[in-house]
């Protein structure tokens, strides 16, 4: 391939950053899908906050590994939840044998040194926790550290991107519309059918065949969904069915390991999705 291998990242003085460690160094396998890489890749170069919309398992974050690599950026990951708070964004002092030192967060880190600070799940987290993002998804690009009394202009290579989930909000737990009109949004979904079982079979190992049949399953539980199923069977979930097969165990099994379990507890709702597996192993 012609991309250039990433670039280290250096502050103006040409000393390495603490970002080094969150270089993407070798290239993720990523199967495009539509036009999402020109898509991002304009909108990073503007610098505007994206929002990786789609249900989970269906390449949203191999997308934004993929794209760090491509822009040779670092790539700060925060994995959202609802006991984050502002500070494990933002940073705290932290005490130790010379007294009390600041510590930056993975967002003060990736804006003062110029990384894409990828927040997953972002719904998860608190909204109160949310706001911190906003001075720096705006046209200030800045993080106040309040606690430490410093205003941190983000690096010109900084970027906010987060992914959402729309089946999952309820009232209580979805994005203030000032947050999410500073984003913007590409839609993810679950590639069809040839593509999907193309990326099983590279992730996997499990042959075209088998690959495909677990994409047929995994299309009779999507249609399931909203009548009876929260969600459907992920790309993700067929990976880790690959992956059983591919190392010998039965595929029977193996759907029902990796697809059938994890996402029902409902007694008839298994037996539906077992029988649908009959017919296709
Ligand atoms: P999400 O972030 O949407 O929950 P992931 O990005 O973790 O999902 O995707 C789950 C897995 O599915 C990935 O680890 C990868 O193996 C695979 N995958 C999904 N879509 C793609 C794609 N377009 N290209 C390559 N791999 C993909």
New binding site residues.
Partial sequence: RSEAAPRAVTDTTGAASPLDAYRVAKE??????ADEIALYEAAYSVRMPMM?K??????????V??MAWKLGKPLVTVACNEDMTASDLVGRFLLDANGTRWQDGPLTMAARFGGICYL?EVVEARQDTTVVIHSLTDARRVLPLEKKGEIVEAHPDFQVVI?YNPGYQSLMKDLKQSTKQRFGALD?NY?EHE??AE?VV??SGVGLDAAKKLVHIAEHARNLKGHGLDEGI???ML?YAGSLISRGVAPLAACRVALVRPITDDPDMRNALDSAVTTYF
């Fill in positions: 993720p396998y990523y199967r495009a899908v990786l789609g249900p989970t398992g269906c390449g949203k974050t191999r997308f590994e993929y997953d992914s993810f590639p593509v999907e990326i590279h992730e992920s790309t993700r990976i």
